[in-house]
């Protein structure tokens, strides 16, 4: 028997998110078998990484489209920000 487990769901800021649309470590956790669901709050997370992947591209030298489309496909439930919120410490 393990001595912890995962929890189900996880919380993504949009440095984690950033991360895994350009193929950073934190796309492990979301292409991992047993990686719990990421939720992020829509109005808040996709916008915060839909501003800056642009430049984020620039900088990196890569394709802002290809970059759009990677985080497009990243396995995120988006969620309002209050479903989850209580759970906060």
Do not use: C, K
């Not at 919380?11 to 078998?33: E, T």
Request: charged share 20%; aromatic share 4%; net charge neutral.
């Amino acid at each position: 028997m393990p001595t912890s487990q995962l929890p189900a769901e996880l919380v993504a800021d949009a440095n984690v998110v950033l991360s895994a649309a350009i193929g950073g470590r934190a796309r492990l956790v979301f292409v991992h078998p047993r990686a719990p669901r990421i939720v992020g709050a829509a109005a808040h997370i996709a916008d915060e990484v839909t501003e800056h992947l642009p430049a984020l591209a620039r900088r990196r030298r890569l394709d802002d489209s290809e970059l759009m489309a990677a985080f497009g496909l990243l396995p995120i439930v988006w969620q309002d920000v209050s479903v989850y919120s209580h759970r906060q410490p």
